[in-house]
C-alpha cells in the first residue's frame, strides 16, 4: 500500500511515472487537495506483487524534495513485511514488519543503541524512538489524519 501523503501538484506526474515504472502498468493516481498543507495533494494506491516491491517504490520515490509518503507490504509465509516513511526533513525510515504489523528491530540494532546510549551520546528512549520510527510517525500524523475517508485505488498485478 502507497500512500502519497502529501506532494505538489507538479510532482503528481512524475510520482504515477516512478510507480508506474516500478509496478509495469500506467498508474494515474486520484489525487485529492491535503488540507494539512494547502497546495499539495495525497493519494493512495494498493496492490499485489512480488515481495520487494515496496522497497523499489520506496527508492523511486526517495529523496524527492517536498514529498511525504509511506509504503507497507504485508508479510507472507515466506517473508516477513515492510514499512517504509518518508519526509522531507527526515530523510527515508525502513523497518521489518511481522505478521501483526509490529515492528521487529534486529538483535544487533538493539545492541548499538544500548552501546551508544552507555557511551552518553544519547538515551535509550531517544534510540528506541528512532528503532521505531518515532519522528516520523510524529511528522506523518498530522497528514494521515487528513486523508481519512479519501478514495484508494486498488491495482492487481500477476505474479
Given at each position: 500500500?502507497?500512500?502519497?501523503?502529501?506532494?505538489p501538484s507538479a510532482l503528481c506526474p512524475h510520482i504515477e511515472w516512478a510507480v508506474g515504472g516500478v509496478l509495469g502498468v500506467a498508474v494515474s493516481l486520484d489525487w485529492t487537495p491535503q488540507p494539512a498543507q494547502p497546495?499539495?495533494?495525497r493519494a493512495e494506491l494498493s496492490w499485489s506483487g512480488?515481495?520487494?516491491t515496496a522497497a523499489a517504490v520506496a527508492s523511486g520515490l526517495r529523496g524527492w524534495n517536498h514529498l511525504r509518503f509511506e509504503?507497507?507490504?504485508?508479510?507472507?509465509?515466506?517473508?516477513?513485511?515492510?514499512?517504509?516513511?518518508?519526509t522531507p526533513d527526515?530523510?527515508?525510515f525502513h523497518a521489518i514488519t511481522g505478521p501483526h504489523g509490529d515492528i521487529l528491530i534486529p538483535e544487533d540494532r538493539l545492541k548499538a543503541a544500548v552501546v551508544k546510549a552507555a557511551l552518553?551520546?544519547?538515551?535509550?528512549l531517544l534510540?528506541?524512538?528512532?528503532l521505531l520510527g518515532k519522528p516520523w510517525d510524529d511528522e506523518l500524523e498530522t497528514f494521515r489524519h487528513a486523508g481519512d475517508g479519501a478514495p484508494v485505488r486498488w491495482l492487481h498485478q500477476v505474479v
Open positions: 500500500m502507497l500512500y502519497v501523503h502529501s506532494a497546495g499539495s495533494y512480488v515481495a520487494g509504503i507497507t507490504e504485508e508479510p507472507t509465509s515466506s517473508t516477513e513485511g515492510t514499512r517504509f516513511s518518508c527526515l530523510g527515508i552518553g551520546d544519547t538515551t535509550l534510540e528506541i524512538d528512532q
